[in-house]
């Protein structure tokens, strides 16, 4: 049983950083892509970033390019979400979701929720004005 589990959302500031957690287990972390996504109230939930099973290629909405930065530690079967220079519009619930499959195996439809199989049960980022 894969389960995820988000750490590290609270409130802050615009301008503000906060670093997201997401710890897996269950099976080899080391093999498969991971992504986060943020679901706002009243809005669906949004592609954020992506990372590859290796950490060697990554992918962003446009609105966090250059502010946020995904990363993984396969050793402590974690990822992250480096969140620089918040903004009151990146408040939401942010979620990890990782893929039955492994490897590079559906890559190309990294920013569909429908493509992720396991999700955390989230944590919110409030970014006040």
């Known amino acids: 049983q894969v389960q995820l589990v988000e750490s590290g959302g609270g409130l802050v500031q615009a301008g503000g950083s906060l670093r997201l957690s997401c710890t897996a287990s269950g099976r080899p972390f080391s093999s498969y892509p991971m992504g986060w996504f943020r679901q706002a109230p009243g809005k669906e939930r949004e592609f954020v970033a992506a990372i590859s099973w290796s950490g060697s290629n990554t992918d962003y909405v446009v609105s966090v390019k250059g502010r946020f930065t995904i990363s993984r530690d396969n050793d402590k079967s974690t990822m992250y979400l480096q969140m620089n220079s918040l903004k009151p519009e990146d408040t939401a619930v942010y979620y990890c979701?990782?893929?039955?499959?492994?490897?590079?195996?559906?890559?190309?439809?990294?920013?569909?929720?429908?493509?992720?199989?396991?999700w955390g049960r989230g944590t919110q980022v409030n970014v006040s004005s």
């Open positions: 979701a990782t893929t039955r499959i492994p490897f590079a195996g559906n890559w190309n439809n990294r920013g569909n929720p429908r493509e992720y199989d396991y």
